[in-house]
Nanobody, 125 residues
Framework: QVQLVESGGGLVQAGGSLRLSCAAS????????MGWFRQAPGKEREFVAA????????NYADSVKGRFTVSRDNAVGTVYLQMNALKPEDTAVYYC??????????????????WGRGTQVTVSS
């Protein structure tokens, strides 16, 4: 059974940092592209960042470029999202996702096969 478990969310002041983790099990992690998405209240889920299966390609939404960094450790089956210079508009539930047949680091949420349950990030002003 595939499981993706996010952790590291919380409450932080604007300008602060958080590091999200997503631990994967039940799949061949090193064969999957991994993505981070978020959904704010009343809004649709949106792409945040993605990383190719070997970590050689990364992809970011324009809204987080230069502030967020996605990375992965295939040895432990975990993908990370380092979030710096957080803004109130970053407040959302953050989800990780796995794409079993990836081309690069896709931003299209509909190509992802497995999803975690999410972790809440709240940025206060």
């Amino acid at each position: 059974q595939v499981q993706l478990v996010e952790s590291g969310g919380g409450l932080v002041q604007a300008g602060g940092s958080l590091r999200l983790s997503c631990a994967a099990s039940g799949l061949t992690f090193s064969s999957c592209a991994m993505g981070w998405f978020r959904q704010a209240p009343g809004k649709e889920r949106e792409f945040v960042a993605a990383i190719a299966r070997n970590g050689g390609i990364t992809n970011y939404a324009d809204s987080v470029k230069g502030r967020f960094t996605v990375s992965r450790d295939n040895a432990v089956g975990t993908v990370y999202l380092q979030m710096n210079a957080l803004k109130p508009e970053d407040t959302a539930v953050y989800y990780c996702a796995a794409d079993r047949a990836p081309l690069g680091a896709p931003s299209n949420q509909y190509v992802y096969d497995y999803w975690g349950r999410g972790t809440q990030v709240t940025v206060s002003s």
